[in-house]
DNA sequence: GTGCTATTGTTACAGATTGAGACAATAGTA
DNA sequence: TACTATTGTCTCAATCTGTAACAATAGCAC
């Protein structure tokens, strides 16, 4: 029995968040045939807590388990019921789909938004959808019903949380260079920073380790590598 | 059918914050005859916003329209299902509680906080409850389900969003002096903090109207009553 | 090797912010 | 008038920030 494997009436969605080494990127993903764009999401088992949900969901989206994911707002506006849209990608998927049926509820969004390192992310569709893949936070698709608003609120969060969080540090390798650190930075905040004073305010935090050199052939001086440390 | 006049599983608690002068203070229920503490909260109604349920709430509870409300974090674990709480009190108030009542499902609860102004308020019981109170929030009773929880959390998010939400302003009366000002800082944040420095600063801040001075008949300089302006 | 360029690490300095205290200005009381 | 408690300012030093300057490379051309 569907109805009692999910609790009705609650959905949740994730903002995932990643850095290309240039542009803040998220997660979308794109309806067959019904042409709709979306951020993943889904339902929360009876016996599950509503945390693992949203984890269990990443982890099957990206396949990477212990990322930083956080919970930031939950959506519950009557104007999200909607379910010709639902019924649409339903539909558009040759699924059975009664008017009684529990997806066709109205539903209420608990969102969550989460880090990780773009590189080690290879997205996988999932049963209804025909793709997942990287856009740019400034070039997103029109997403469908609440979900522009959804990912607004993600980044206004992001840009509160960047000290408390150590945001940066989830959307990079181990090893960094400042100048990567930096470019988090101005990704997420939108405008750009002194480089001296950036270096000068991250190393006098103390939580970064110093590494080697990084290399990289070009013809310039080398910079250090730094990881977080505890 | 209250089945559908409500969604199920979904709820909303209100941790609502008041200023007595000296303490922080929260309001809190009591259930009759089973001694249970709790939270004031309520539902959604199948055809309301997620924000005006608790909104509404709000207002029942106290009386007041128009006030801070916002909603900081949605609580969702599965420890949260004991039906034999909700049961309890059902049956102290001697309501018909089938085992499948959807009073006694799981819930996932939408957590909202309150700032109102102490002196405004008389709490107002309701159906099920024998009393509505204020404690101060180091000196709470033992509160039902993940309710202390909630209250932890709540004060946390309080702590952060000080600065952005001007969250002394809505705990005062419109005119205040630095004082009591400096006071509310001081029961949120749980630290003390130098006069002259706290002063500078919020008037720095150039959002406080000087009004005329308040003479309480004490002995000694009288202070000047401030405003928040905009 | 020498010279050249792009980038990085560090330091210097002025201006703003903050912590701590000093001081003068009351409002009432003795 | 003297005295006390509290408030509004101001000063001074310590710290933090924005800005710029400078020295130290790493590779390339020669």
Redo the contacts between chains.
């Keep these: 029995m569907e109805q009692s494997t999910y609790?009705?009436?609650?959905a949740h969605d994730s903002v995932i968040f990643g850095f290309s080494g240039e542009k803040l990127h998220i997660l979308i993903i794109h309806y067959r045939e019904t042409g709709l764009y979306a951020l993943p999401g889904g339902f929360?088992r009876?016996?599950?807590?509503?945390?693992d949900?949203a984890r269990r969901n990443l982890k099957e989206r990206t396949g990477l388990g212990n990322i930083f994911l956080e919970?930031f707002?939950?959506?519950?506006?009557?104007q999200r019921y909607q379910p010709e849209v639902m019924q649409a990608i339903m539909t558009a998927n040759k699924l059975a789909t009664p008017a009684d049926h529990w997806m066709l509820d109205?539903f209420?969004s608990?969102a969550y938004y989460a880090l990780i390192n773009y590189k080690y992310v290879t997205p996988q569709p999932d049963a209804l959808s025909d793709s997942c893949d990287w856009y740019p936070v400034d070039e997103l698709p029109e997403l469908m019903l609440d979900h522009q608003d959804i990912v607004n609120k993600a980044l206004e969060t992001l840009r509160?949380r960047w000290d408390?969080k150590l945001v940066g540090v989830n959307l990079l390798p181990t090893k960094f260079t400042m100048k990567e650190l930096q470019l988090v930075y101005e990704a997420i905040m939108g405008e750009s920073i002194r480089r001296t004073t950036f270096q000068r305010k991250m190393l006098k935090l103390d939580i970064f380790e110093r590494h080697e050199k990084q290399y990289t052939g070009k013809s310039h001086k080398a910079p250090y590598l730094y990881s977080f440390r505890l």
């Design positions: 609790l009705r009436h609650i929360v009876w016996d599950e807590d509503l945390d949900a919970q707002h939950t959506f519950g506006n009557v109205r209420i608990v509160e408390k």
